[in-house]
Protein backbone atom coordinates (compact mmCIF):
# COMPACT_ATOMS: atom_id res chain seq x y z
CA UNK A 1 0.00 0.00 0.00
CA UNK A 2 1.53 3.24 -1.00
CA UNK A 3 0.62 6.60 1.15
CA UNK A 4 0.46 9.67 -0.82
CA UNK A 5 0.84 13.39 1.38
CA UNK A 6 -0.76 15.61 -0.56
CA UNK A 7 1.08 18.80 0.04
CA UNK A 8 3.35 16.98 2.12
CA UNK A 9 6.23 19.47 2.01
CA UNK A 10 5.15 21.92 4.77
CA UNK A 11 5.87 21.04 8.19
CA UNK A 12 2.49 19.05 8.49
CA UNK A 13 2.54 17.23 5.77
CA UNK A 14 6.11 15.99 6.28
CA UNK A 15 5.37 15.10 9.80
CA UNK A 16 3.06 12.90 8.62
CA UNK A 17 5.18 11.49 5.69
CA UNK A 18 8.75 10.56 8.15
CA UNK A 19 6.37 9.05 10.78
CA UNK A 20 4.76 6.26 8.37
CA UNK A 21 7.87 5.73 6.44
CA UNK A 22 9.75 5.06 9.91
CA UNK A 23 7.03 2.60 10.62
CA UNK A 24 7.69 1.28 7.28
CA UNK A 25 4.57 2.11 5.04
CA UNK A 26 5.88 3.56 1.37
CA UNK A 27 4.94 6.64 1.32
CA UNK A 28 4.99 9.43 -1.49
CA UNK A 29 5.52 13.25 -0.68
CA UNK A 30 3.61 15.47 -2.86
CA UNK A 31 4.41 18.97 -3.75
CA UNK A 32 2.76 21.56 -6.40
CA UNK A 33 6.34 21.27 -7.96
CA UNK A 34 8.30 17.82 -8.21
CA UNK A 35 11.57 20.01 -7.67
CA UNK A 36 10.49 20.98 -4.38
CA UNK A 37 8.94 17.52 -3.19
CA UNK A 38 12.31 15.52 -4.38
CA UNK A 39 14.26 18.77 -2.38
CA UNK A 40 12.44 18.03 0.93
CA UNK A 41 12.67 14.10 0.63
CA UNK A 42 16.40 14.50 0.20
CA UNK A 43 16.66 16.58 3.27
CA UNK A 44 14.60 14.76 5.73
CA UNK A 45 16.88 11.74 4.60
CA UNK A 46 19.81 13.43 5.76
CA UNK A 47 18.15 14.75 8.81
CA UNK A 48 17.14 11.33 9.71
CA UNK A 49 20.00 9.52 8.67
CA UNK A 50 19.59 6.87 11.61
CA UNK A 51 16.77 5.77 9.60
CA UNK A 52 15.78 4.02 6.66
CA UNK A 53 13.93 6.05 4.65
CA UNK A 54 14.55 4.28 1.10
CA UNK A 55 10.50 3.62 1.12
CA UNK A 56 9.63 7.54 1.07
CA UNK A 57 10.08 9.34 -2.47
CA UNK A 58 8.65 12.69 -3.83
CA UNK A 59 6.51 13.76 -7.16
CA UNK A 60 4.71 16.43 -8.06
CA UNK A 61 0.51 16.16 -6.54
CA UNK A 62 -0.82 14.86 -9.43
CA UNK A 63 1.56 12.16 -9.60
CA UNK A 64 1.75 11.20 -6.07
CA UNK A 65 -2.53 10.93 -5.89
CA UNK A 66 -1.89 8.39 -8.82
CA UNK A 67 0.36 6.34 -7.71
CA UNK A 68 -1.23 6.27 -4.17
CA UNK A 69 -3.40 3.80 -3.33
CA UNK A 70 -4.37 6.20 -0.28
CA UNK A 71 -3.95 10.00 -0.24
CA UNK A 72 -3.43 12.66 2.61
CA UNK A 73 -4.54 15.57 2.00
CA UNK A 74 -2.00 18.42 4.17
CA UNK A 75 -2.49 22.31 2.78
CA UNK A 76 -3.68 25.94 4.10
CA UNK A 77 -7.26 26.33 3.73
CA UNK A 78 -6.58 28.47 0.98
CA UNK A 79 -5.24 25.95 -1.16
CA UNK A 80 -7.03 23.08 -0.25
CA UNK A 81 -10.15 23.76 -3.12
CA UNK A 82 -7.15 24.06 -5.65
CA UNK A 83 -5.66 21.02 -5.20
CA UNK A 84 -8.45 18.70 -4.45
CA UNK A 85 -9.71 20.14 -7.71
CA UNK A 86 -6.00 19.33 -9.28
CA UNK A 87 -5.75 15.75 -8.15
CA UNK A 88 -9.90 14.98 -8.77
CA UNK A 89 -9.25 12.74 -11.54
CA UNK A 90 -6.98 10.55 -9.64
CA UNK A 91 -9.12 9.98 -6.07
CA UNK A 92 -11.28 7.25 -7.78
CA UNK A 93 -12.60 5.04 -5.23
CA UNK A 94 -10.02 5.78 -3.05
CA UNK A 95 -9.33 6.86 0.26
CA UNK A 96 -8.76 10.29 1.28
CA UNK A 97 -7.37 11.76 4.42
CA UNK A 98 -8.21 15.34 4.53
CA UNK A 99 -6.36 17.14 7.30
CA UNK A 100 -7.12 20.65 6.44
CA UNK A 101 -8.11 23.18 9.60
CA UNK A 102 -10.17 26.44 8.39
CA UNK A 103 -7.88 28.76 10.64
CA UNK A 104 -8.49 32.68 10.59
CA UNK A 105 -5.01 32.52 8.94
CA UNK A 106 -5.98 32.18 5.67
CA UNK A 107 -7.20 35.36 5.57
CA UNK A 108 -4.80 37.28 7.66
CA UNK A 109 -6.21 36.21 11.06
CA UNK A 110 -5.19 34.79 14.28
CA UNK A 111 -4.56 31.12 14.50
CA UNK A 112 -6.72 30.29 17.07
CA UNK A 113 -9.96 31.64 15.50
CA UNK A 114 -11.89 29.23 12.92
CA UNK A 115 -14.07 30.42 9.92
CA UNK A 116 -17.05 28.74 9.07
CA UNK A 117 -17.02 27.39 5.77
CA UNK A 118 -20.47 26.76 3.71
CA UNK A 119 -19.85 23.21 3.42
CA UNK A 120 -19.77 22.51 7.13
CA UNK A 121 -16.34 21.64 7.59
CA UNK A 122 -12.80 21.45 5.44
CA UNK A 123 -13.56 17.43 5.11
CA UNK A 124 -16.96 17.88 3.76
CA UNK A 125 -15.90 20.52 1.28
CA UNK A 126 -13.33 18.26 -0.12
CA UNK A 127 -16.14 15.67 0.01
CA UNK A 128 -18.13 18.10 -2.42
CA UNK A 129 -15.69 18.46 -4.90
CA UNK A 130 -14.83 14.53 -5.18
CA UNK A 131 -19.03 14.13 -5.48
CA UNK A 132 -19.34 11.53 -7.99
CA UNK A 133 -15.54 10.23 -7.84
CA UNK A 134 -16.30 7.30 -5.31
CA UNK A 135 -13.55 8.43 -3.29
CA UNK A 136 -14.55 7.91 0.65
CA UNK A 137 -13.34 10.83 2.81
CA UNK A 138 -12.48 11.34 6.18
CA UNK A 139 -11.60 13.97 8.22
CA UNK A 140 -8.22 12.66 10.18
CA UNK A 141 -4.96 14.29 11.75
CA UNK A 142 -6.37 17.93 12.75
CA UNK A 143 -5.78 17.56 16.25
CA UNK A 144 -2.18 16.48 16.15
CA UNK A 145 0.26 18.67 16.06
CA UNK A 146 3.35 19.76 13.92
CA UNK A 147 5.72 19.98 16.42
CA UNK A 148 4.44 16.68 18.02
CA UNK A 149 4.98 14.91 14.60
CA UNK A 150 8.50 16.35 14.28
CA UNK A 151 9.72 15.07 17.45
CA UNK A 152 11.07 12.11 16.49
CA UNK A 153 11.48 9.80 18.06
CA UNK A 154 9.53 10.65 20.91
CA UNK A 155 5.80 8.65 20.98
CA UNK A 156 3.09 10.79 20.66
CA UNK A 157 0.63 11.20 23.30
CA UNK A 158 -2.67 12.61 21.23
CA UNK A 159 -5.25 10.93 20.04
CA UNK A 160 -6.29 11.05 16.25
CA UNK A 161 -9.71 12.27 16.11
CA UNK A 162 -11.44 10.85 12.98
CA UNK A 163 -14.85 11.00 10.62
CA UNK A 164 -16.05 9.79 7.83
CA UNK A 165 -18.95 8.02 5.98
CA UNK A 166 -17.48 4.74 5.59
CA UNK A 167 -16.88 2.29 8.10
CA UNK A 168 -14.61 0.23 6.03
CA UNK A 169 -12.70 3.04 4.77
CA UNK A 170 -11.97 4.88 8.40
CA UNK A 171 -11.23 0.99 9.37
CA UNK A 172 -8.22 1.15 6.79
CA UNK A 173 -7.55 4.84 8.07
CA UNK A 174 -6.95 3.83 11.22
CA UNK A 175 -4.24 0.55 11.17
CA UNK A 176 -2.63 3.76 9.48
CA UNK A 177 -3.09 6.24 11.46
CA UNK A 178 -1.89 3.51 14.63
CA UNK A 179 1.56 2.89 13.26
CA UNK A 180 2.88 6.16 14.61
CA UNK A 181 4.19 4.93 18.13
CA UNK A 182 1.91 6.81 20.83
CA UNK A 183 -1.49 6.95 18.54
CA UNK A 184 -4.76 5.95 19.13
CA UNK A 185 -7.11 6.84 16.09
CA UNK A 186 -10.70 7.21 17.57
CA UNK A 187 -13.42 7.11 15.07
CA UNK A 188 -16.53 10.02 16.01
CA UNK A 189 -18.76 8.65 13.48
CA UNK A 190 -20.01 10.42 10.34
CA UNK A 191 -17.87 12.86 8.10
CA UNK A 192 -20.28 15.72 9.61
CA UNK A 193 -18.74 15.54 13.15
CA UNK A 194 -15.63 16.61 10.73
CA UNK A 195 -17.21 20.26 11.99
CA UNK A 196 -16.85 19.53 16.04
CA UNK A 197 -12.97 17.97 14.91
CA UNK A 198 -11.51 20.77 13.09
CA UNK A 199 -12.72 23.44 15.82
CA UNK A 200 -10.64 21.63 18.26
CA UNK A 201 -7.20 22.69 16.48
CA UNK A 202 -7.71 26.89 17.49
CA UNK A 203 -8.43 25.06 21.11
CA UNK A 204 -5.22 23.62 21.08
CA UNK A 205 -3.63 26.11 19.14
CA UNK A 206 -4.44 29.11 21.91
CA UNK A 207 -3.56 26.54 24.96
CA UNK A 208 -0.35 25.91 23.19
CA UNK A 209 0.23 29.85 22.96
CA UNK A 210 -1.27 30.22 26.45
CA UNK A 211 0.94 27.91 28.03
CA UNK A 212 4.02 28.02 26.02
CA UNK A 213 3.69 24.83 25.03
CA UNK A 214 4.38 23.00 21.62
CA UNK A 215 2.73 19.64 22.57
CA UNK A 216 -0.79 20.10 23.75
CA UNK A 217 -3.14 17.36 22.60
CA UNK A 218 -5.79 15.69 23.09
CA UNK A 219 -6.79 12.02 25.08
CA UNK A 220 -10.49 9.99 24.97
CA UNK A 221 -10.83 8.35 28.17
CA UNK A 222 -13.64 6.51 29.96
CA UNK A 223 -15.33 4.83 26.79
CA UNK A 224 -14.94 1.00 27.45
CA UNK A 225 -15.03 0.17 24.23
CA UNK A 226 -11.46 1.87 23.68
CA UNK A 227 -10.08 0.34 26.96
CA UNK A 228 -10.59 -3.37 25.61
CA UNK A 229 -7.68 -2.50 22.79
Sequence with gaps: MKISIIGGTGPQGLGIAERLAIAGLDVIVGSRKEEKALDVVAKAK???????LSNMVGMANEDAAREGDVLIITVPLAAQKPTVE??????????????????????????FRFIDLMEGSAAERTASILEGTGAKVICAFCNISNSHLANIPEDIDCDCLIAGDDNDAKATAAEIIDKIPGV???DCGILEKARIIEKITPLLIGLNIKYKSHYGGLRITGIPALDKD
Design 184 to 186: KTI
Design 46 to 52: EDLADYD
Design 86 to 111: GIKEFCKDKIVMDATVPLETAIGGKP
